[in-house]
C-alpha cells in the first residue's frame, strides 16, 4: 500500500488510453452489441491489445505517468485499510450487502460473508459455493437472495453450464436461510422469464417482494422471446420462504409490434441499447419510489403498490447514453443519479478519446409533485482521471454517503477505482476523494477492479472483481457527519431513510 501526503492528481497522461483508436471509435458508433452489460460466465473476459499500445503502456509504468501495476493510489482523504483476496470462490467477484456485523460478497461461484465488526480485519464466517452469474445479493431479516443470469441444467447449487438454446435450462432467484451466518440453508428457488441479472428487495413486515430485472439480449434463449418488457415481482413470505412465487409481470414499456415498447436501439438510435427489459431498479420505499435504468431507458415509478407499480416518468438519452445500468436516489428524493455502462463492462472508456459525458453518470433533478412528476436533465458527472487502454473503467455501482443537507456518493468505476464525489449542485458535480489500483495486467485489456464500492456505518466496501474484499477509511469533513449513521441492513438497491 501506497500512502500519500497529497492528492496525486496529475499522474494519468492523457494520451495513454486514446492509443486504443479503434477499439473506441468502435464503442462510439456501434449498436447494441457493444453494450452487452456486464460479464458473462468468463470470470475475468479480456482482449489483445495492439502491441503498440502495450509498449506505451510499459513506457507509461516505467515513467511514472500512470501507477504500475496493481500499485495502489489514493487521495489524502482516503486510507486503505485492509484488502482480503478470494479464497476458495475464483469467480468474479459482483455485488455487496450488509446486515449488522456482517458483509455478505456476491461471487459468480456463490457468495462469501464476512464478519466486518472489527472493519481493520475482516473475518470469513461462510462461503457458499453455488455458481451461476451474476450471484447479485440482497439480504432481510433471515433470508439471502441470490440472482441467476446464466443458462443452468437445475436450480440446484451443483447445477452445471449448459448451452442457452436448451429448452430445460434454468434461470432465476435462490434463497437462503442464514439466520446461522456459519451454515445457510438454500430453501427456495423461482424461475423468472430471462433468469434474474439483479434484484431489489421491497420488504414488509410479513412478505419480502423481489423485483427481478432481466433482458432479453437476443431471441436465442428459449425462455426470452421478445417482447420482454417488464418485471418479474415475486413474493417470499417471511415464515414459509419455500412458498416464494412470482406475484406479477408488470410490464413497463407496453407497446405495438413484436418488440414491444421502450428504447428501439439501432438503427434508430445508433449506439443505445435497444430495451429488452431492466438492468437494475433502485427503490426508496419511504417515499414510495422507483428508479429503473433499464437498457435505452431510464423510468420514474410509484410502488405505493408493490405488486402493481406504476410508471410515473421515462426518459432517454440518445447522445451520450449507450447502456442505462443502475439508479440511485438522494435522500430528499428530488434527484436522481443515473449510471451509463458503455462498453457493458468491457472496455477502455475513461480516456480523452471517449470524452466526459459517455460512459458517465447522468444527473438528474425530479421536478412536480405526486403522479406528474418528470425527470430533468442537469448534467453529468465522470472521474477526471484518464486510464489506460488496458483498463476497463466505466461508471458502475454505488451508494449514497449519509451526510444531512448534502448529495455525496461513493462509486465503482472498475479499473478507474473508487470516487467519492459531490452532486449537491446537480448542475455542477465534483468529485473530493479517490482510491484506485494500477493496470492488473499491463499487457492487455482485463475486466477487473471495483464492481461496487458503498458506504456502511463508517467505512467504505469495495467488491473488486480480480483482487478481492477492500475496506477504506474517508477522513474528510465534508463527509465525516456520516460516521454517525448507523444502520442495521443495507441493501443499496433498496435505500434506506437515514435521518428518518
Known sequence: MILLKEPRTRYRRLGVAATAAGLLAALLTAGPAAATPDPGDAPATSEEVSRSDEAEVRASIAEGEIPGQDEIVHSANIEHL??????????????????????????YDGFRIFDISNPKAPKTVSQVLCPGSQNDISVSGNLLFLSTDSSRSDSSCSSTTQPVTEKSSWEGMKVFDISDKRNPKYVAAVETACGSHTN???????????????????????????????????????????????????????????????NPGAPTNPGVSKTTGCHDITVLPSKDLAAGACMGDGILFSIEDPENPKIIDRVQDNVNFAFWHSATFNQKANK????????????????????????????????????????????YFKIPRHQAAVEVCVAHNGSIIPVKGKDIMVQAWYQGGISVWDFTDSARPKEIAYFERGPVNPERLTTAGSWS??????????????????????????TDPAKWVRLDELNVQTQPDYFD
Not at 427481478?212 to 414459509?240: E, F, L, M, W
Not at 421536478?367 to 448534467?379: I, N, Y
Open 82 to 107: 485492509v484488502n482480503i483476496p478470494k479464497d476458495v470462490l475464483p469467480g468474479t467477484n459482483s455485488d455487496l450487502a450488509f446486515q449488522g456485523k456482517y458483509a455478505f460478497s456476491g461471487n
Open 453 to 478: 464500492a458503498y458506504y456502511y456505518n463508517g467505512y467504505i466496501y469495495s467488491n473488486d472483481i480480480a483482487k478481492g474484499f477492500d475496506v477504506l477509511k474517508l477522513s474528510d469533513r465534508r
Open 200 to 262: 431489489t428487495l421491497v420488504p414488509e413486515r410479513r412478505n419480502v417482494y423481489i423485483y427481478v430485472s432481466s433482458y432479453s439480449p437476443n431471441a436465442t434463449y428459449p425462455d426470452c422471446q421478445p417482447p420482454h418488457d417488464g418485471i418479474s415481482v415475486i413474493k417470499v413470505p417471511r415464515s414459509a420462504p419455500e412458498k416464494a412465487a412470482i406475484v406479477n409481470f408488470p410490464v413497463l414499456f407496453p407497446g405495438e409490434g413484436p418488440d414491444g415498447g421502450g
Open 336 to 379: 436522481v443519479v443515473f449510471t451509463d455502462e458503455l462498453g457493458g463492462g468491457g472496455a477502455a472508456t475513461c480516456n480523452a478519446e471517449i470524452g466526459p459525458n459517455k460512459g458517465a453518470d447522468g444527473i438528474y433533478d425530479i421536478v412536480g409533485k405526486g403522479d406528474h412528476r418528470k425527470l430533468v436533465f442537469r448534467s
